[in-house]
């Protein structure tokens, strides 16, 4: 017997009661992950992206995501930028690619004041029309019935008052962009200085080579044809500057129809 209080026997016993050997656990098998062919893969890949671009398609030509949501008008000066935006006819809330760019401009520039227009599309949400005004360089007509007329002999606008400083009344027999007389008058105006054209009561042409102006409080010049007019121009400021300084008695006519040979009457 042992200290414990056990026999041989029973510690034979016990020894032959546990196992005579532990066996390994057995390995477990993971499952094997099933995969989608590679086929499949790629159908249902395109699925996807197809789902994908409709989706976006949509938002972007009958969602909101990119609407119309400002009309900016730039450039113009006189012209009301209400009225261009009106003319457009472009409505906040339509899509950006649903934007009749073409239709816009084209109705914008039927405006008589329009010289020329462009529309773009502000992405993400605006549209911009950018406007270049016809400038007036003469008016033509009555009082109460009178028209701006630009570089080109268009008349564009009215006025019922006194025309913008600078712009010079005009007399011609049929004003317009066809007529020989306007066109000639019209380069006159256009060479003389700034200064020199607030100075001018009127212009009238009778004919290409008869062309005549007559200055406010001065004398009248007789300018002939619009041959040389930048020329004209210069001598004209010159002579006006002498009689202004006292230096050049002053004249009621003067003929600069051949600038190499000034009259003085």
């Given amino acids: 017997m042992s200290r414990l209080g056990t026999t041989t026997r029973d510690r034979s016993r016990g020894q032959r009661r546990r196992p005579a050997g532990r066996r390994g656990a057995a390995a477990v098998t993971p499952l094997r992950r099933r995969r989608m062919p590679a086929r499949r893969r790629r159908v249902l890949t395109l699925a996807l992206s197809g789902t994908l671009l409709v989706v976006l398609g949509w938002a972007v030509w009958s969602g909101p995501l990119l609407a ?120 006159v105006i256009a060479a003389l200085p700034a200064p020199l054209r607030e100075q ?34 210069r001598i004209l400021e010159a002579l006006l500057e002498q009689v202004a300084a006292g230096t050049l008695d002053p004249a009621d006519e003067l003929d600069l129809s051949v600038p190499e040979a000034v009259v003085l009457r």
């Fill in 68 to 187: 119309v949501r400002s009309v900016q008008v730039d450039g113009v000066t006189t012209l009301p930028a209400e009225l261009v935006r009106e003319t457009a006819g472009v409505d906040r809330g339509t899509p950006l690619l649903r934007i009749d760019v073409e239709g816009a401009r084209a109705a914008v520039a039927d405006l008589p004041q329009v010289e020329s227009v462009s529309v773009t599309r502000g992405w993400p949400d605006r549209v911009v029309i950018t406007v270049e005004e016809r400038t007036p360089l003469a008016v033509v007509g009555e009082a109460g019935r009178r028209s701006l007329v630009d570089a080109r002999g268009v008349l564009f606008d009215s006025v019922s008052g006194e025309p913008p400083a600078g712009v010079v009344p005009l007399a011609v027999a049929d004003p317009g962009p066809d007529d020989e007389e306007t066109a000639a008058a019209l380069v």
């Fill in 200 to 233: 001018v009561a009127g212009v009238e042409a009778p004919a290409v080579d008869g062309i005549v102006l007559q200055m406010v409080d001065g004398p009248t010049v007789w300018w002939g044809s619009a041959e040389q007019s930048a020329d004209k121009a």
